[in-house]
């Protein structure tokens, strides 16, 4: 990571550490895109078995983490937030037997692998829900889970869909003339090129976040450059029961707006 990127960084995990709170509280009451949405996906894609031992990276305030508590899982889950490893542990108060909580910086590699201990090719399973946009390079994080994945082992990732959702997009609910019903489409402004820009989340966060944008050549092929080969990739559209009757909602437009994508470590690396 260049000078830059590490100083982005820094400030980065100040902003997550501020935002914590309203993050934690937002997620925690349920109901977003965390439960209705990524749980259900990642579940299916990752097929967690009783027993597995499963990493969570950039855990957050360890929603998911928990819900592999309740499939079964034994948890490894790390973020670089101080604040909100504090609150993730907080809130864990079952199956706390089978978890372990930790400060990692997930753009160092070497932090990453130390959570294997000594035993390298430790987890069944790993995931990285919604984060992997919140980090200036993303290389250190594949090839570190490449190297903690059994060789049948599988990293799932959801992330915003590079191409319909983002901060180069907006939003264009249409009505024509004497036209029934609008017609929803995004306008994309920018793909091709990126560098970090600040963005919201959520409504009640305090600062603005830093998002890297990639398009999708250079998000997969770090991870193709980096020991995984890809074997499942999902865009499921956004279905709420009860879709506020917004014109921006995403359950009114045909796209998704997030990427899923499943990962298995490469036999020839
Ligand atoms: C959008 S939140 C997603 C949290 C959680 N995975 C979830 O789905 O609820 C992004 C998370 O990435 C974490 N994060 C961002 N950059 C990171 C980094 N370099 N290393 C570790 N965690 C990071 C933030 O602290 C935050 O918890």
Known sequence: MDEQDAK????????????????????????????????????????????????????????????????????????????????????????????????????????????????????DAAVCNNALMDMPVIEPLFRAVAKLLKPNGRFVFSIMHPCFNGLAISMSPELPDYAQTPTYSVKISRYLSWEATKGTAIREQPREQYYWHRPLHVLLNAAFENGLVMDRLEEPKLVEVDAAKNAFNWTNYDMPPLLFVRLRPSKNP
């Open 8 to 123: 982005l960084n820094t400030e980065s995990r100040e902003i997550w550490d501020t935002n914590a709170e309203a993050w934690d509280k937002k997620i925690g009451a349920g109901g977003g895109w965390q439960t209705t949405l990524i749980a259900p996906m990642v579940e299916r894609m990752l097929n967690i078995q009783a027993g597995e031992t499963v990493l969570d990276i950039a855990c957050g305030n360890g929603q998911f983490s928990r819900r592999l508590l309740e499939l079964g899982a034994s948890v490894v889950a790390s973020d670089f937030s101080t604040k909100l490893i504090e609150l993730a542990k907080g809130r864990t108060t079952e199956h706390i037997e089978r978890i372990r909580y930790h400060v990692v910086d997930a753009t160092d590699e070497a932090q990453l692998l130390a959570l294997a201990g000594a035993d390298q090719q430790r987890f």
